[in-house]
T-cell receptor, first 112, second 115 residues
Framework: RKEVEQDPGPFNVPEGATVAFNCTYS??????FFWYRQDCRKEPKLLMSVYSSGNEDGRFTAQLNRASQYISLLIRDSKLSDSATYLC?????????????FGSGTRLLVRP | NAGVTQTPKFRVLKTGQSMTLLCAQDMNHEYMYWYRQDPGMGLRLIHY???????AKGEVPDGYNVSRLKKQNFLLGLESAAPSQTSVYFC??????????????FGPGTRLTVT
C-alpha cells in the first residue's frame, strides 16, 4: 500500500466548475499536511498547508480528517490557470518529521 | 532572494560518465534534499542532509553520492552514469533552527539524459 494515495485523474472540468481532490495517508503519526501544485515540466510549489480545523485561501479550501487519515482540496470557480497536477503531501511523523512523503499527484485539466 | 537554485538545467551524459549537480539556497534552511521524478511516479528521495557536514540516504540512494560542505550548498554526484538515471532531479530545502515548519521549497530542476 502506498503511504500517500491519490486518484491520478485526469479530472477534466469546464471553467467555473467546482472540483474536489481526495487523498489518504497511512502513517497515523503524521502531523503536517500540505497540498503542492506542479505545472508541466516545472518544480512542485507549495499551494497551502492543511490544518485540523480546515482552512481556506481564496477559491481553495483544504480539510483534514485525522480519524480517517483523509485530506481533501476543493477548488471553486475553476480557472484555466488552475490546470496542473496537485500533490498531496504529509510529513513522516516519526523521528524524522522533516521528511515529506509525496503522493503521485492528481492531474487537473480546466477547459474553456 | 533567489530561493533554491540548481545548475545545470539540462545535461546529456554518456553511460559511464560522471557529473555533479549543484543546489544552492539562500533561506538559511537547515535541511536539504535531492529527489528524482520519473514519468508516472512520484518524487523519490535520493539523499538528504539535516545540517552542514551531514548527509543521509533516502529511498533510492544507489549510484549517487552527496556532500554538504557549506550550509547553503548541497551537491549530488553521479560517479558512473547509467541510462536508469535518466530523470528530472529536484533539490529542496526546509526548516530553520528556531521553527518546526516542514514545508519544502524546490529548485527548478535538472533534466538529465543518459545515453
Amino acid at each position: 500500500r502506498k503511504e500517500v494515495e491519490q486518484d491520478p485523474g485526469p479530472f477534466n472540468v469546464p471553467e467555473g466548475a467546482t472540483v474536489a481532490f481526495n487523498c489518504t495517508y497511512s502513517n497515523s503519526a503524521s502531523q503536517s499536511f500540505f497540498w503542492y501544485r506542479q505545472d508541466c515540466r516545472k518544480e512542485p510549489k507549495l499551494l497551502m498547508s492543511v490544518y485540523s480545523s480546515g482552512n481556506e485561501d481564496g477559491r481553495f479550501t483544504a480539510q483534514l480528517n485525522r480519524a480517517s487519515q483523509y485530506i481533501s482540496l476543493l477548488i471553486r470557480d475553476s480557472k484555466l490557470s488552475d490546470s496542473a497536477t496537485y500533490l498531496c503531501v504529509v510529513n513522516n511523523g516519526m523521528d524524522s518529521s522533516y521528511k515529506l512523503i509525496f503522493g503521485s499527484g492528481t492531474r487537473l485539466l480546466v477547459r474553456p | 532572494n533567489a530561493g533554491v537554485t540548481q545548475t545545470p538545467k539540462f545535461r546529456v551524459l554518456k553511460t559511464g560518465q560522471s557529473m555533479t549537480l549543484l543546489c544552492a539556497q539562500d533561506m538559511n534552511h537547515e535541511y536539504m534534499y535531492w529527489y528524482r521524478q520519473d514519468p508516472g511516479m512520484g518524487l523519490r528521495l535520493i539523499h538528504y542532509s539535516v545540517g552542514e557536514g551531514t548527509t543521509a540516504k533516502g529511498e533510492v540512494p544507489d549510484g549517487y553520492n552527496v556532500s554538504r560542505l557549506k550550509k547553503q550548498n548541497f551537491l549530488l554526484g553521479l560517479e558512473s552514469a547509467a541510462p536508469s538515471q535518466t530523470s528530472v532531479y529536484f533539490c529542496a530545502s526546509s526548516g530553520t533552527v528556531d521553527s518546526f515548519r516542514y514545508e519544502q521549497y524546490f529548485g527548478p530542476g535538472t533534466r538529465l539524459t543518459v545515453t
